[in-house]
Nanobody, 121 residues
Framework: QLQLVESGGGSVQAGGALTLSCVFS???????MGWARQAPGKEREWVSD????????YYADSVKGRFTVSQDNSKNTMYLQMNSLKPEDSGTYYC???????????????WGRGTQVTVSS
């Protein structure tokens, strides 16, 4: 059974850093994986994608230059390194997997349960 489990969330002050992890199991390969976040009362927002075969990454403008996505296939893990965090980065962060292209994570059926990130000013 395909599973994704996020971890690494927490509470930090503005300007701080966190690294989120997404451990996946139940499948041997994916077309892409991605991160999205959702703040209370707001819609889920796309953060980043990574094309797993090529390592090509894409970022939302709001996080570009501050967040870095990476993958370690030997550990079945995707990471989201978040630096220079802002209060508006607060929310629940979810990872998702897309098994076949195109890379549209919001169309995916495979999501983790999320990990909470709180950034205080």
């Amino acid at each position: 059974q395909l599973q994704l489990v996020e971890s690494g969330g927490g509470s930090v002050q503005a300007g701080g850093a966190l690294t989120l992890s997404c451990v996946f199991s139940g499948y041997t390969s994916s077309y892409c994986m991605g991160w999205a976040r959702q703040a209370p009362g707001k819609e889920r927002e796309w953060v980043s994608d990574i094309l797993t075969e090529y390592g090509t990454v894409y970022y939302a403008d709001s996080v570009k230059g501050r967040f870095t996505v990476s993958q370690d296939n030997s550990k079945n893990t995707m990471y989201l390194q978040m630096n220079s965090l802002k209060p508006e980065d607060s929310g629940t962060y979810y990872c998702a997997a897309v098994l076949d292209g195109p890379c549209r994570i919001f169309d995916s059926d495979y999501w983790g349960r999320g990990t909470q990130v709180t950034v205080s000013s």
